[in-house]
Every structure is written in C-alpha cells, then in structure tokens.
C-alpha cells in the first residue's frame, strides 16, 4: 500500500502566502508524477499543478505565476503567494506510482483546507 501525507493547509489573508507539502510512503518502486489538485464546494475537483519524475511542471493557468511546485523523489510541495479568495478549496496530493510488479497506480491524499479570507 501507498500512503500520501498532505501539510500546511489553513487560513490566510488575501495576498499571503501558504506552502503545502506531501510525502508518499510504502510500497514504491518509483512515482512517475506528483501533483496537486483541489476542490472548491460545490465544483469538480481541477488541477492544480503538476510534476513529472524528470521535473516537468504543468499548471492551471489560474495559478500560473502565482504558484509554483517541487519536489524530489517521493516528495512534493506547492509554494503558493498572492492568494486570492478563489483560492479557497480542498487540496489534493496525488502520486502516479509504479508499484514493484511494474503497474502504475494513481494514489490520492486525503487534503488539506486552504481558506483565503479577511
């Protein structure tokens, strides 16, 4: 089994910064790619920015310029500045794993709440 760990999620004033972090633990033989996603209440869950093993990134355009994401092996984070209230949402951790008989395999965190709000 995999497990992701997400931290760093809370309240902030607009304009402020937050920085979430994942770990991804157990039976890896490597992660292909970390991302973060999130959801607001009452809209589908949307990607937020990704990472690729080779350390391709990929990001929402809303967050382009605003965000940035990293990592390394088995960890990844996402530095977020100016924040704005349509930042509130639920985000999401996810690994692209592949497993030790070759498979890969998506795994999901469980989320951390970002509340952007005066």
């Known amino acids: 089994q995999v497990r992701l760990v997400e931290f760093g999620g809370g309240l902030v004033q607009p304009g402020g910064s937050l920085r979430l972090s994942c770990a991804a633990s157990?039976?890896?033989?490597?992660?292909?790619?970390m991302g973060w996603y999130r959801q607001a209440p009452g809209k589908e869950r949307e990607l937020v920015a990704t990472?690729?093993?080779?350390?391709t990134t990929n990001y929402a355009d809303t967050v382009k310029d605003r965000f940035t994401i990293s990592g390394d092996k088995n960890t990844v984070a996402l530095q977020m500045n100016s924040l704005k209230p349509e930042d509130t949402a639920t985000y999401y951790c996810?690994?692209?794993?592949?497993?030790?008989?070759?498979?890969?395999?998506?795994?999901w965190g469980k989320g951390t709440l970002v509340t952007v709000s005066s």
């Open positions: 996810k690994a692209r794993v592949v497993n030790w008989s070759g498979n890969a395999v998506d795994y």
């Open positions: 157990g039976s890896i033989h490597s992660i292909n790619a």
């Open positions: 990472r690729t093993s080779s350390s």
